[in-house]
């Protein structure tokens, strides 16, 4: 049974930093991409960061140059290192995979067939 777990979610201030985690298991971790989504009130889910198994990235404008999708393949665990956050970054985070093996990074929903249940993260100004 596929099973992915966000941590490190909280309130900080602008300017401050994060670092999510997500511990996967039930499948070979190493074979797929994985991804960071946030989804604000009212608005829809936004992909922000994805690395493949061949350790590609590919990030959203919205956040590139601040946060750093990173993963440690012995834990199983996929990381999000958010820096110089601000308030607009107020959103649910989630850990996605995809299962199709070896595939390139991703920021589409669409692709992902696995979610975690999600860490709020709140920055204030």
């Known amino acids: 049974q596929v099973s992915l777990a966000e941590s490190g979610g909280g309130s900080v201030q602008a300017g401050g930093s994060l670092r999510l985690s997500c511990v996967v298991s039930?499948?070979?971790?190493?074979?797929?991409?994985m991804a960071w989504f946030r989804q604000a009130p009212g608005e829809e889910r936004e992909g922000i960061a994805s690395?493949?198994?061949?350790?590609?990235?590919r990030y959203a404008d919205s956040v590139k140059g601040r946060f750093t999708i990173s993963q440690d393949i012995a834990k199983n665990t996929l990381y999000l290192q958010m820096n110089s956050l601000k308030p607009e970054d107020t959103a649910m985070y989630y850990c996605?995979?995809?299962?199709?093996?070896?595939?390139?990074?991703?920021?589409?929903?669409?692709?992902?067939?696995?979610w975690g249940q999600g860490t709020q993260v709140t920055v204030s100004s």
């Open positions: 039930g499948f070979t971790y190493r074979r797929y991409t």
């Open positions: 996605a995979a995809d299962e199709r093996t070896w595939a390139p990074p991703n920021l589409s929903s669409t692709l992902y067939n696995y």
């Open positions: 690395i493949s198994a061949a350790t590609t990235t």
